[in-house]
């Protein structure tokens, strides 16, 4: 059974021009992408949509990178998608990433590593109803 899940290409990566590479290898991994739009986070969405990690020493820095620049929003489908989407990031850290990973080609850090995807069924139906 086909899963859907959430992608987003962050700031960091929108400033490289990295996202037509990003969405190429998202499409060669055999994801469909049902819906794509990009947008610019304000502060008050940024924060609703991170409001998980609200309590953390991270949450404020996270907040100012994710309105910094145009985000890619990418509704992705295929079988174990969630997994499979998480696989093909990579790990948080771009150092410690596997070759061949989104993260470890275009990211550069643990808060600028280029793209962020949902990491459970339910988080993915929060997400991709943020914003589609």
Do not use: C, W
């Amino acid at each position: 059974m086909k899963e859907q899940t959430l992608a987003l290409i962050k700031p960091d990566a929108t400033a490289k021009r990295y996202e037509g590479k990003i969405i190429d290898d998202i499409l060669k991994a055999g994801f469909e992408i049902k819906a794509m739009k990009m947008l610019h986070f304000d502060k008050a969405e940024a924060e609703r949509f991170y409001a998980v990690h609200k309590e953390k020493d991270f949450f404020r820095p996270l907040v100012a990178f994710m309105t910094g620049g145009p985000v890619i929003a990418i509704l992705l489908e295929k079988e174990n998608a969630i997994e499979d989407y998480r696989r093909l990031m990579g790990r948080t850290d771009p150092g410690k990433a596997a070759a061949g990973t989104l993260r470890k080609k275009y990211g550069e850090t643990t808060r600028r590593n280029a793209v962020h995807g949902s990491d459970s069924p339910e988080n993915a139906k929060k997400e991709i109803a943020f914003f589609f």
